[in-house]
């Protein structure tokens, strides 16, 4: 059991969340505008670029402060040591935001890229005093956003949507396992993501999102 939770946590990393909500939105929300107005080498351009800078940059980053001995562990098991990776990741994703800003991306796409940056700064400053799950937040931002798109832009969203809570319940579940998080952290980091992305979305409804 121990080794399925390991491989959950590993396999849901919250450095492939934006990746995963690309996937969501492009090929899993069949029916809606993402999916059927979106050329393919447009999805895939987008999805290879946001992997890029939310998976390769922040990685590569925490590979060089773990050789340059600023934290002990790839795995970031210390509350203290979060905090720097997190504000560099945070930063990888307002950089994106800001390349994709003029681009003719998707409105709710450029919101899902800048509430995940904004998500990451504040988990980096609650982890000045607690911890929080990074991986409920992930999760949580995936859930914010499909209730969201359901919302505010009237999209089928069930199937996506049930998907995520399953994995939601799946990641706290090995998190909790694993003793990496007590249940208030767990359930604190998806109200937190859920909240943030939907908040985000649901607030700027006015803009024009086809």
């Given at each position: 059991m121990?080794?399925l939770a390991?491989?959950?946590?590993y396999l849901?990393?919250?450095?492939l969340t934006?990746t995963?909500?690309c996937?969501?939105v492009?090929?899993?929300m069949t029916?809606?505008i993402?999916?059927?107005f979106?050329p393919l080498?447009?999805k895939l351009?987008?999805t ?24 002990s562990?790839?795995?970031l098991?210390?509350r203290?040591?979060?905090i ?10 307002f950089?994106l935001?800001?390349m ?5 991306v998707?409105p709710?796409?450029k919101?899902f ?8 700064l ?6 000045l005093w ?14 914010g956003?499909?209730?969201a798109?359901g919302?505010?832009?009237?999209m089928?969203?069930f199937?996506?949507?049930s998907?995520c ?7 706290g579940f ?12 767990v ?11 939907f908040?985000l ?5 006015s803009?024009?999102?086809a």
């Open positions: 121990k080794n390991t491989f959950i946590s849901f990393h919250p450095l934006a995963y909500g996937l969501l492009f090929f899993g029916g809606s993402y999916y059927v979106t080498k447009m351009a987008i290879v670029t946001v992997f890029a800078f939310t998976v390769l940059l922040p990685a590569l980053n925490m590979l060089i402060l773990y050789k340059l001995n600023y934290i562990s790839m795995k098991e210390n203290r040591e979060r720097f990776p997190l504000i560099m990741t945070s930063i990888c994703y950089g935001y800001y994709i800003y003029d681009l003719s998707w709710a796409i919101l890229i800048l509430g995940g940056g904004l998500c990451i504040s988990a980096a400053i609650i982890h607690w911890q929080i799950s990074a991986h409920m937040i992930g999760v949580g931002g995936l859930v956003i499909m209730l798109l919302w505010v832009l009237q089928p969203v199937a996506v949507l998907l809570l399953l994995l939601a319940g799946l990641i090995s998190r909790l396992f694993l003793n990496a998080h007590t249940p208030n952290q359930y604190a980091g998806f109200i937190f993501g859920c909240f943030m992305q908040s979305l649901f607030l700027t409804q803009l024009t999102f």
